[in-house]
């Protein structure tokens, strides 16, 4: 029998290639391109993520909600608070 305890445990799914703030880097780059070229309203979530070249499921897992990307200080892709802007 294997004893298992205290053993880190893996995470389903292909290893990360990058971190999660550098992919959010990424895709708030991505972000500021489809506003800057179709405006907030016009800009489609999936054109994002195909720019950043990670799925739906990985933008949303980073970055949850629509508005979060207009919040986001694409200088360091924190998010901005009432007093910054």
């Known amino acids: 029998m294997v004893h298992t305890e205290g ?3 893996r995470s389903r799914g292909r290893p990360s290639v990058r971190s999660d703030a550098e992919t959010r880097h990424i895709i ?3 972000a500021q391109r489809e506003f800057l070229a179709n405006g907030y309203v016009g800009a489609c979530v999936d054109d994002i993520a195909k720019s950043a070249g990670v799925s739906k ?3 949303y897992r980073l970055i949850p909600r ?3 990307f207009s919040g986001l200080d694409h200088r360091s892709h924190r998010p901005l608070h009432a007093g910054d802007r």
Do not use: F, G, H, N
Request: charged share 35%; aromatic share 0%.
């Open 7 to 9: 053993a880190a445990k």
């Open 28 to 30: 708030a780059d991505a």
């Open 57 to 59: 499921k990985t933008l």
């Open 66 to 68: 629509r508005p979060t």
